[in-house]
């Protein structure tokens, strides 16, 4: 039984993704308000995406900018690919848990209060020349 997982554990490490990405876990905006922020980027040039990024009014847009960087400098340090030669391959938000709270209401009564959260990847490539 143990060899088996040893087995599946080593082909998962094998088949990781080659690419440089990065990943940010729990954050407190609704996928579906990121998910505006990064159908704009998806597939842009970094120095680009930097750019719209920079200059777009969206609450999201400050932790997506955040990971991109992040995503960057995974790129330039682990992998050696310089800045100018990445793309936004690939970009997605998923609906992380939701936080429930109550809000009390007149009456007595209390409503429902979901605070949701969100998990985003970016995965960068290289222009193919």
Do not use: C, W
């Not at 440089?20 to 729990?26: E, M």
């Not at 007149?106 to 990847?121: D, P, V």
Request: net charge positive; proline share 5%; no cysteine.
């Amino acid at each position: 039984m143990a060899t088996r997982s040893k087995v599946k554990t080593a082909q998962r490490r094998e088949n990781a993704e080659k690419r440089p990405h990065a990943t940010a876990r729990y954050i407190r905006i609704s996928s579906r308000k990121v998910k505006i922020v990064i159908d704009l980027i998806r597939g842009k040039k970094v120095n680009e995406a930097l750019a719209i990024l920079e200059f777009t009014p969206k609450a999201a847009t400050e932790p997506v900018l955040k990971l991109l960087n992040s995503a960057i400098a995974n790129a330039e340090n682990n992998m050696d690919i310089p800045r100018d030669q990445l793309y936004v391959a690939e970009i997605f938000a998923n609906q992380g848990p939701t936080l429930k709270r109550f809000r009390p209401r007149a009456q007595g009564r209390a409503t429902h209060i979901r605070k949701r959260t969100s998990h985003i990847t970016i995965i960068l490539d290289q222009i193919e020349k």
